[in-house]
């Protein structure tokens, strides 16, 4: 994976018995508050290739390690969303970052949202990609077999069944980049460390035994959701049902891409995060700013508005 070319630091931080690390890399033209990635249960703070460079053009930009990640130590499945979103807030705060926006995929999304709820004044506005409120029953069967095969230490089938979950396995849907993230994804989990598969387990764990979201306290940040048109692990529907719980949110559906929309279209999800965190309109997201190569057609469901009720449109 692409890399930034920009010097980062990598701080130590440490929140109830844990240690945990941030990678912080500086852009030589922020214009927007610091942009925070949260990614899902394995990606590590090295991981963000394209969407950091990218986002490094308006912003200063911040990968943690929070437990249970990366060179972080090991979370216990018992510990929910609550720890993480405390961690997150001490690592701003060792930082030095008042408030930052947030991009969370994933099993990230849960600590975005919680933060959201309890520190609404620590974010400016945040981007959930791949989220639901809850794993639904037909997907549980699946995430079950990969944690048996990471605990059987069949490495060999551990991976496929990992992509398998990750990905649309409908041969005859057309999603972007399908092959090469393939191979990225397949020789990620062939690499996998023993300490990282216990994470795997733990943060897995975590995700079935528990509500992934708690929606009970609407958070009043405003929030964007936004999910691949081919995501069979948090479909669209139930991205959508989670972004009608906040009071000011956002939904787009982005064609060609399943749940791994910051490897399969980057470059779109760039431009449509660098465009809500600067309070720029939303309609029309078109070739305009992504000059650099062909356009396919990334926002042809549209950018839909959720609240009109309430308060008025962005766009």
């Known amino acids: 994976m692409a890399s930034t070319r920009l010097q980062s630091t990598v701080h130590a931080h440490h929140w109830k018995g844990f240690r945990y690390y941030s990678r912080l890399t500086r852009s030589p033209a922020a214009r927007l508050d610091p942009v925070v990635l949260i990614g899902g249960a394995m990606q590590r703070k090295e991981d963000w290739g394209r969407l950091e460079q990218g986002m490094l053009e308006a912003a200063d930009v911040i990968c943690p390690d929070l437990p249970g990640w990366g060179e972080a130590d090991l979370l216990a499945a018992e510990h929910g969303p609550d720890l993480l979103a405390d961690a997150l807030r001490h690592l701003l705060d060792d930082l030095g970052v008042r408030r930052a926006n947030v991009f969370a995929g994933s099993y990230g999304t849960a600590i975005a949202y919680r933060l959201a709820q309890t520190a609404p004044d620590r974010i400016a506005r945040m981007v959930l990609a791949g989220t639901m409120s809850t794993i639904p029953d037909e997907a549980r069967p699946g995430m079950q077999g990969a944690i048996d095969l990471a605990l059987s230490g069949v490495r060999e089938r551990f991976g496929p069944a990992a992509v398998e979950m ?3 396995a409908d041969p005859g849907i057309d999603i972007a980049s399908a092959a090469v993230v393939r191979r990225i994804l397949s020789r990620r989990f062939e690499g996998v460390s023993e300490d990282e598969l216990a994470k795997f387990v733990a943060n897995t764990r975590r995700l079935l035994e528990r509500d992934l979201i708690d929606t009970s306290l609407s958070p009043v940040v405003p929030a964007l959701f936004a999910v691949g048109a081919h995501d069979t692990l948090t479909p ?80």
Do not use: I, K
Not at 241 to 256: G, H, I, N, Y
Not at 283 to 290: F, Q
Not at 301 to 313: D, H, I, K, M, T
């Open 236 to 315: 669209p529907e139930l991205c959508r049902e989670l972004a009608l719980t906040c009071r000011d949110s956002w939904f787009t559906v982005m064609p060609r891409a399943d749940h791994l929309l910051h490897l399969e279209r980057p470059r779109e999800l760039v431009d449509l995060m660098t465009r809500f965190f600067a309070t720029e309109p939303l309609a029309g997201l078109h070739r305009d700013g992504l000059n650099d190569g062909p356009y396919d057609g990334p926002y042809d469901g549209a950018v839909e508005y959720l609240n009109q009720s309430r308060v008025p449109a962005l766009t």
């Open 166 to 168: 990750l990905m649309c």
